[in-house]
C-alpha cells in the first residue's frame, strides 16, 4: 500500500508542476497580449497556440472583458490552481488516510 500511495503522490506532483507551468505560460500570454507582438514570432505563436483554447472557452462562457481590459486569463489561472490543490488534497487523503 506505501509504495502505491508514494506512486499516486509522485504522479500529482508531476501533475501539479506540469500544471505550474502552465500558468507561467498564461502569464507570459498576458504580458505578450499588452504590447504588439509580430504574429509570425515562433514564441508567440506557441504562446497563443498553447492557450488559445481554453481562453476562448473561458471567453465564450464568461464574458470577462471589462473596458477593453480582458480577464479570462486571471480566470484561467484561477482555474489551473483550484484544480491543482483539489487534486493535491484528495489524493493526500486517499494516499495517507487522512
Known amino acids: ?6 506512486l499516486l503522490v509522485a504522479v500529482v506532483r508531476i501533475l501539479s508542476l506540469a500544471i505550474q507551468l502552465y500558468i507561467y505560460v498564461v502569464i507570459a500570454r498576458a504580458i505578450v497580449s499588452w504590447v504588439s507582438p509580430d504574429p509570425y514570432n515562433p ?3 506557441f ?3 498553447m492557450t488559445d483554447p481554453p481562453l476562448d ?3 465564450r462562457t464568461l464574458p470577462l472583458q471589462f473596458g477593453g481590459l480582458d ?8 482555474g ?3 484544480i491543482s490543490m483539489l487534486l493535491n488534497s484528495l489524493v493526500y487523503r486517499i494516499a495517507f488516510g487522512h
Open 71 to 78: 480577464l479570462s486569463p486571471i480566470a484561467l489561472i484561477f
Open 80 to 82: 489551473l490552481y483550484f
Open 57 to 59: 472557452r473561458i471567453r
Open 43 to 45: 514564441i508567440v505563436r
Open 1 to 6: 500500500m506505501d509504495l502505491l500511495a508514494n
Open 47 to 49: 504562446l497563443y497556440n
